[in-house]
């Protein structure tokens, strides 16, 4: 077995986040690659600006310029998973209120106080089916706690299909922590766990 650790994203690990999306993330046709994970963290306006570029530039090499400005701006959060050195997987996970339009409105209706929002996983493919998912709720978990948070939150969706292209995350493996539903709606899934 593999030790896998698990790490808050520190401007110090921004190239092995760099590293991750450039090389072992969606390496499996996974139809939500190429990506950056920096939508979760744009507004509107910047999504549009930054899609109008994939014609110039490519789609790639454009996530990556604006994933860069973020992360020299620490406007991407979450945690990056090793296998020793090597970054081998990622969970945007930080404060509601960072997410402009990504966490859904029926989230906002229903809030509890105080949250951090799971919005997205990926895990090299190598790696799946390891309990990483499971270990970096438990660490967001933890340190919201730490830092005075009510609660943690994820967005599961309903669907008949495999949940093996569900960058959110499927409800099993949030019941698995701990968290239970709080609404439904259009097919997404409030999952919740009370710290």
Same mark, same amino acid.
């Given at each position: 077995?593999? #030790?896998? #650790?698990? $790490?808050?994203?520190? %401007?110090? =690990?921004?190239?092995? +986040? =760099? &590293?991750?999306?450039?090389?072992?993330?969606? #390496? &499996?046709?996974?139809?939500?690659?190429?990506?950056?994970?920096? %939508?979760?963290?744009?507004?509107? /306006?910047?999504?549009?600006?930054?899609?109008?570029?994939? $014609?110039?530039?490519?789609?790639? /090499?454009?996530?990556? $310029? +604006?994933?860069?400005?973020? =992360?020299?701006?620490?406007?991407?959060?979450? +945690?990056?998973?090793?296998?020793? &050195?090597?970054?081998?997987?990622?969970?945007?996970?930080?404060?509601?209120? %960072? +997410?402009?339009?990504?966490v859904p409105a029926f989230a906002r209706e229903n809030a509890c106080g105080k949250t951090i929002s799971i919005v997205c996983f990926e895990i090299a493919p190598e790696y799946r089916g390891m309990g990483i998912a499971s270990a970096f709720i438990d660490r967001v978990c933890k340190d919201a706690k730490t830092k005075g948070y009510v609660a943690v939150e994820g967005y599961a969706k309903l669907s008949k299909e495999s949940d093996a292209f569900d960058f959110q995350g499927p409800i099993q493996l949030y019941q698995k922590s701990g968290f239970v539903e709080v609404a439904r709606e259009n097919g997404q899934i409030i999952m919740r766990k009370i710290l």
């Open positions: 077995m593999k #030790t896998i #650790t698990i $790490k808050p994203l520190t %401007s110090e =690990l921004n190239e092995d +986040y =760099l &590293d991750f999306f450039d090389n072992r993330a969606f #390496t &499996d046709d996974n139809p939500n690659g190429p990506c950056y994970c920096t %939508s979760p963290n744009q507004d509107e /306006k910047t999504i549009k600006q930054m899609v109008r570029k994939f $014609k110039i530039f490519g789609i790639k /090499k454009t996530l990556r $310029k +604006y994933a860069i400005k973020m =992360l020299n701006e620490n406007k991407i959060q979450g +945690y990056l998973a090793f296998d020793e &050195d090597l970054s081998i997987g990622w969970c945007n996970a930080a404060d509601i209120e %960072s +997410y402009a339009g990504f």
